[in-house]
């Protein structure tokens, strides 16, 4: 999992030509898994890996004879309606699996042809969500985020004392979480301005998206049994994008004492694909903490996190509201940002959610939080875009926006890019606002 | 759902003549339901129905061919190995089966051999959860704690001003619930004193029980789709006991802004048995809410919430010492509320949860909070016996407590009694505590 093998080689490859162009988010070196079946078809949803183009339908592959060992078992797992069973199995299985696959796909494979009879074309496909997802964590990693939302809810003390100790996280709501394409209603609740005696309960008046990344749990820790900083990345499956849309009227009511809950809990979207650990490893970084900071305390820090403890991942947010869209306008970006800048690593946040002996389970999910970075343009919701809702953004069509208008589509997308590695993308994360009843 | 019918007919006996006894907790009129099998056994956990010490086995009963239409289907869909399906049917298919079991176990009933066959006794059962729970919501419904504990936390300001408009609550963890008889090790986690600049992680000095009841949902609703006042007992399987141990030093760091979170997602602890709302029906009362507070928002009361929003549920904490235990003595009662008292109807936790348009799942489990009553001898943790930790407790044998003690056994019980009806018990919610690793 930690090394570089020959399915990270950026001079190889693929028989399937459209992985092959550079702007493509999934090249032979990536092979994201997914759950998918043909468009508006009775077939059942099941596991395929993204090239190019195209998906590899696991089951069919199967069938070719092509997988054996390891690599067939977890074939066999990955081919069903969810992932659970094959994140279960932890890495050396997945690791086998894209071994074989980037061994199948690459130019001058034998048997191309038994593999190209189990490609579905992208354009053809639906997407179900790629694990049941049995609990959701949201994190709050960001200390560009955490600052400057704090300022607006708590103007003077926008960074409390916790967050440079631990990494602030709380329990989400799994049943509303949807892949990418949902439409959803906006959300109503209850409201209070500060000059009305009494809230009332309506149509959120500040609806607002968040632009995180999402971190599947692949095999579990037993109860009681806390995951330590060295094994925590034996215990991640991959990362796709999230959608953490928020209600900021809602959540500023009602957060108070025991934190968020209906000002995020009416939709999150994730992107249909995860990238895998593997094809992450070539954008591993070195993870750097503010000397003048407190550094980790012991049980957070592993013996490489310094060295190569953070993933440049960058994420991206564009819009496009409905006007935009009947007019035949491309959505527009609003911003990109880095998951280099995480004040937390991914395997900071394993290790301390399992730091008081709670499970985690295959499937599991854990948000990032809000992905924003230092400078103006990488601000990744609009609350801190248009400062509270004080600054209004003008688009380029003559439109502005404070917070999300019903019609409005957002679109987020991630993506690795290094010199003399291949570009590795996440796909896309899609969501449209509806109005309410 | 809402009216009696001869299934509470507090004159009826069972021929299983266990049931008949005053302080039994399942007499004829409760029959609760969960999921069991014989102890240490390998056969497969099924559902089940509670009465007198027996445990009438569904998969079975439906074998002897006495159920029919709709009570067959809820049979059938009951004896499955998670009651998830059986809840999904809604009201009107588990009060077929509640009609069918008691006219088959009162006495003078026909085929009393073929039945008596279906049964297991109590005694030589074990339990799983009786519900895949995908999303446990835990509340905080109880004026009285929310006071004492926010006293503690923040003596400033004690009660925040959202209480008295919504039920305040956040989403908890669901992998870690279990049944009743769990041990647990004491969790570790960031703890930080006042006088100290920097926190440290070991084992949680300050761990806490907390009296809860828990909701089970039935009928889910779809997304987008509030749940209104009216409606939501449709979408209500029934009441459990409910212990959501705590880490109070944790939870006292961690919290701000987001929440309890690694403070409560160690353990969770439910009753193995499941009172359905009917068998609550007798219990039911007027639902008061002080004049001189803000009377509910038009969406959060129902036509008949004032006249029987509220049910009248006692629930005990009992605490047996591992020198308690070694010494034979009995557990010793710490406190006993009543969910009367709540500020909060379980009709108003379903309808808030649901006003933003979050799909609640059959399984789901919603926690009421801690269920502290006016009087002293009706606080339902021990932060607010011990008054933070200020005020030990003298235990008859001479020990004292502040917080739990390593091999401390805590058990909560739970009952109706009502003049004129027959007596209807939860049976009991335990937990031990193991020493930190």
Sequence with gaps: MKSLDETHDAGQKSWI??????????????????????????????????IGDEIVDLGAAVDTGLFSGDARIAAEAAATSTLNTFMSLGPAYRIALRQTLSALLRQGAARQEDMRACLVPQTEAEYALPATIGDFSDFYSSLHHATNVGALFRPDNPVLPNFKW???????????????????????GQLKSPDTPAPEYRPSRRLDYEAELGIFVGRGNATGQPVDMDSAEEHVFGVSILNDWSARDIQAWEYQPLGPFLAKSFTTTVSPWIVTLEALAPFRSP???DPTDPQPLPHLLG???????????????????????????????????????????ISQLITHQSSNGCNLCPGDLLGTGTLSGPERDSLACLLELSRGGQTPIALPNGEIRTFLEDGDTVIMRAYCERDGQVRIGFGQCVGTVLPAD
Tied chains: 1, 2.
């Design 287 to 289: 993870w750097t903490r």
């Design 303 to 345: 013996s490489d996190t310094r060295e190569r403890g953070a993933i440049d991942i960058h994420v991206e947010v564009l819009l496009q509201t409905a006007r935009m869209r009947s007019d035949d306008i491309a959505p527009i970006k609003l911003s990109v940002s880095r998951f280099i800048d995480s004040y937390w690593t």
């Design 17 to 50: 030509l459209s992985a092959n162009v550079n702007s493509c988010d999934f090249p032979l070196q990536n092979l994201p898994f997914g759950v998918f079946r043909r468009h508006k078809s009775q077939e059942s949803f099941r596991g395929g890996v993204a």
């Design 166 to 188: 631990l990494p602030v996280g709380y329990h989400g709501r799994s049943s509303s979480i949807f892949v990418s394409g949902k439409t959803f209603r906006r959300p109503s």
